[in-house]
């Protein structure tokens, strides 16, 4: 499979995480004047003159604290004269230039593709040749840098064809093998006489079979009857059993409200376990005041057995299955509740470890599994049902355990990608616990996440079950304002909110970010067409320099899918101030007039694409300048 494109505005069908950093040749300011004079330099032996460059006029949409928001409108497009010079009456004091990259002389780049300027001249754009290309792997060969270089080794933007080939290390692949697959992704990228070609490994190892099998057909390395087929060779071994219910020879209950819990005579910590129980039953259903889960019937004579809503308390060879991911064991599983036939009621399996906190954690999550059944019914999305189990485990454990950190850091990892999409990253769905718990400290609580997983009952989405969910809470809950509103806050994770308490998850403030720089005046760092897929979130982290002090200047430009996107740029300091959100702009500038030394010491951009539709992909690039 070849797929040939130009790096700088392209929608991609496979992510390209082209990241660019460049440092700036200086920026003199002057006063600001009607007529702006501007010049592109150009190396000996390039011609300069024929380039092509935007002029954006810009409004200010919002000041305070020391930020301020652009929005930014085409005013003209000018062309620089054989010297390389431009000349342009200025529609606002402050313009933002555009550089049209396709307009360069063949196998040149810029220093940068857009400036954010004052004043009344600027010459600080470069041109140079292409004389090399860096091509370097990111996020396990999903995504990849594709940096030209000039022949001083500095960065610039140019526009560079690159084509791409997939292959696998096996060439009639089973499902037994399948864990075994490794992928080599050959990357050549070439601008004007430069061409270079380099192999990297894509690491699916944390992949679930189905997101294994996604990507290989995404690849071009099976075709989907070649998925149908290695699905089918495991169907006989994925059948689940009627009723996974151990059976003991010599069983001890206990009963809490109208729950009981078995185990087996002589399980290890009993005592510790049925204390946590019976709280945790207390917690959820005195506390809370969740609507309890069905109680299990049986087909006949009714038994006081049948008064009961059932877990069991099993050990890992007991309940080892074969599940998408490979053949393991797991540590807990919930048999769902048909809502159409009350005669067949669910039930928890709970493994008891030893390990005090997992147990407390696995109990939980598992039974809090029963009350979302017990709401949406039993055709709830996986990413749904796992992240919102995750979220009633910390209602009642009140803190973030180690497992539950490094889920979220999975998470983090991968939110450029549609909430769905659990099984492109292992345990990714359980860090999605920050969307209930956003939902949960901004948008009413507990109450709230009942009305939520109501809605599910009454409609087979899990994006529009929250939607509903969210309306009928208020009307000032949108599923818009949900995506943006938690995007904020997982930019500075550690400022979660624990529920119904004043301290924070705390699970540190760099547990993933998508991009981090480290800036120092005079300076320049882009990102360049960055694919963010439907409900997915981005975020850049600009890290000021320890004895640098200046303006920082963050300019979004957004090629596709603008009516979707919402930016904010979120500041540190002292405090942190997060800034109300404007109208999305195709253009964009975010502007810390305090940036560095004694002042802002961090600022994370947080780009989301609000919309609840699949297919309604993103593309935008990010420039910072630090000046």
């Not at 593709?113 to 009344?120: A, I, R, W, Y």
């Not at 010459?123 to 004389?131: A, E, H, I, M, T």
Request: proline residues 2%.
């Amino acid at each position: 499979m070849k797929n040939k494109f130009n790096l700088i505005k392209r929608v991609a069908s496979v992510m390209l995480a082209a990241v660019i950093c460049a440092v700036s040749l200086g920026v003199t300011a002057f006063a600001d004047s009607e007529t702006f004079k501007g010049a592109v330099t150009a190396d000996s032996g390039i011609y300069a003159g024929g380039i092509e460059i935007e002029v954006y006029g810009s409004r200010l949409k919002y000041s305070k604290n020391g930020l301020n928001r652009y929005e930014h409108y085409l005013s003209r497009t000018v062309t620089t004269d054989s010297s390389g010079s431009f000349t342009f009456s200025k529609p606002t004091d402050k313009v933002l230039l555009r550089v049209k990259t396709d307009t360069l002389p063949a196998g040149t780049g810029v220093s940068n593709e857009t400036l954010f300027v004052s004043g009344k001249t600027d010459n600080s754009l470069s041109l140079s040749k292409v004389k090399s290309i860096g091509i370097t792997s990111l996020n396990g060969g999903t995504g990849v840098n594709i940096t030209p270089k000039n022949a001083a080794g500095d960065i610039i933007y140019a526009p560079v064809d690159v084509q791409e080939s997939y292959s696998a290390n096996i060439g009639h692949i089973t499902y037994s093998d399948i864990n075994d697959v490794q992928i080599s992704r050959r990357i050549t990228a070439s601008s004007g006489n430069v061409r270079v070609s380099k192999t990297l490994k894509v690491d699916i190892s944390d992949c679930t079979v189905s997101g294994k099998l996604a990507r290989l057909l995404d690849y071009g390395i099976i075709t989907q009857t070649e998925k149908e087929r290695i699905l089918a060779e495991n169907q006989s071994d994925t059948a689940v059993a009627e009723d996974e219910r151990p059976q003991y020879i010599d069983e001890r209950t206990f009963t809490a409200g109208n729950f009981m819990l078995h185990y087996e005579y002589g399980t290890p910590c009993a005592d510790e376990y049925v204390d946590i129980f019976a709280d945790i039953i207390d917690v959820f259903f005195d506390q809370y005041d969740f609507d309890e889960p069905y109680h299990e019937f049986v087909p006949g004579s009714r038994t006081q057995r049948d008064d009961y809503f059932h877990v069991y308390l099993v050990s890992h060879g007991a309940i080892s299955i074969d599940s998408d991911v490979a053949p393991r064991s797991v540590s807990g599983r919930t048999k769902k509740i048909d809502l159409n036939d009350v005669t067949r009621g669910g039930y928890v399996v709970v493994d008891p470890n030893g390990d005090i906190s997992a147990y407390t954690k696995t109990m939980s999550h598992e039974i809090f599994h029963g009350i979302i059944y017990r709401y949406a019914g039993k055709n709830v999305a996986s990413w749904f049902e796992e992240a919102f189990a995750n979220y009633g485990a910390l209602l009642y454990m009140g803190e973030v355990n180690s497992s539950m950190k490094t889920q979220i850091s999975r998470y983090l990892k991968s939110t450029q990608y549609k909430l769905s999409s659990i099984s492109d990253y292992r345990s990714r769905q359980y860090g999605e616990m920050l969307i209930p718990l956003y939902i949960h400290n901004k948008m009413g609580g507990v109450g709230t996440i009942k009305k939520v997983m109501k809605a599910y009952s009454k409609t087979s989405n899990s994006l529009t079950a929250i939607s509903n969910g969210l309306k009928s809470a208020s009307k000032s809950y949108t599923f818009d304002k949900l995506l943006t509103g938690a995007a904020d806050f997982t930019a500075y994770t550690k400022f979660y909110k624990l529920p119904g308490t004043s301290s924070s998850i705390n699970i540190g403030i760099n547990a993933r970010r998508t991009v981090s720089y480290k800036l120092s005046a005079p300076g320049m760092c882009s990102v360049s067409d960055m694919t963010l897929e439907a409900n997915g979130a981005m975020y850049y982290e600009f890290k000021a320099n320890d004895t640098q002090k200046g303006t920082l200047a963050v300019t979004i430009d957004t090629s596709a899918g603008a009516g979707n996107m919402s930016y904010n740029l979120i500041t540190e300091g002292k405090s942190v101030r997060i800034a109300p959100r404007g109208a999305t702009s195709k253009l964009m500038t975010f502007e810390v007039t305090d940036f560095g030394k004694n002042g802002t010491k961090t600022a994370v951009l947080s780009a989301v694409n609000t919309s609840q539709k699949t297919a309604d992909k993103a593309v935008f690039a990010v420039s910072a300048k630090l000046g």
